[in-house]
């Protein structure tokens, strides 16, 4: 299993920036990919942006230029940068971290093969 911790949500004034993280602890050794979600009210949870084992980011088009991911491995820690926030940012943010591939990863007697673990997210305001 793999533990996610996310930080740095708050309210914020529109135009202001934030920085997210999100600690990874546990079988990170297997981690071959992480995103960071969200889920405004009554909305359903959207991919915000993601990043892959070799480093190829991904982002909705909505954030595209405002929200940059990046990762620091020797700190099993992801990161989202969000700046020039809106309103329509307000949300619940989630880190996900995905688990093996279709190919496996062993670790202490387990292995996966594509699991996803959530962390319990971080609650970003923008106010207008």
């Known amino acids: 299993q793999v533990h996610l911790v996310e930080s740095g949500g708050g309210l914020v004034q529109a135009g202001e920036s934030l920085r997210l993280s999100c600690a990874a602890s546990g079988d990170t050794i297997c981690i071959s990919a992480m995103g960071w979600y969200r889920q405004a009210p009554g909305k359903e949870r959207e991919l915000v942006a993601s990043?892959?084992?070799?480093?190829?980011?991904h982002y909705s088009d909505s954030v595209k230029g405002r929200f940059t991911i990046s990762e620091d491995t020797v700190k099993n820690t992801l990161y989202l940068q969000i700046n020039s926030l809106k309103p329509e940012d307000t949300a619940i943010y989630y880190c996900?971290?995905?688990?093996?591939?279709?190919?496996?990863?062993?670790?202490?007697?387990?292995?996966?093969?594509?699991?996803?673990?959530w962390g319990k997210g971080t609650l970003v305001t923008v106010s207008s």
């Open positions: 990043i892959g084992s070799g480093g190829t980011t």
């Open positions: 996900k971290a995905r688990l093996g591939t279709v190919q496996g990863c062993a670790v202490g007697g387990r292995n996966y093969y594509g699991v996803d673990f």
